[in-house]
């Protein structure tokens, strides 16, 4: 429990950083068997885009939704929703977890379909 609360502690860190910035928050959340990703407003209070390893056309192609090229995937889908949803400035949110493995995988992702972090 204690690895729980220390990376929510990071995480709280950095979110009040990215509040003063007031830009679009890109938020990842990790799971052992999936990948989400959401584009936040500035204030926090509205999703403006969201892709995951549960939805069909992320999914489509992968063994599992629980590896790098799964994060990959989702990278592109987030960064098409967001370019599409007019927002291509935003802070990366990585919710506390290392940059490594996955996440990195997912923000190198979304910085080659266009998003700027």
Do not use: C, W
Request: aromatic fraction near 6%; charge should be positive.
């Amino acid at each position: 429990m204690l690895k729980k609360i220390a990376r929510l502690r990071r995480a709280k860190s950095t979110r009040a950083h990215i509040r003063q910035l007031g830009v679009p928050r890109l938020s990842v959340l990790r799971t052992g068997q999936h990948l989400y990703a959401q584009l936040f407003s500035s204030d926090g209070s509205t999703v403006l885009a969201a892709a995951s390893t549960t939805q069909a056309e992320v999914r489509e192609g992968l063994k599992n939704g629980k590896n790098a090229d799964a994060a990959v995937k989702v990278g592109r889908a987030i960064a098409e929703k967001a370019l599409a949803a007019g927002f291509e400035k935003i802070a990366f949110d990585r919710s506390g977890y290392r940059y490594h493995g996955r996440i990195k995988a997912l923000a190198d992702a979304a910085r080659e379909g266009g998003l700027k972090f």
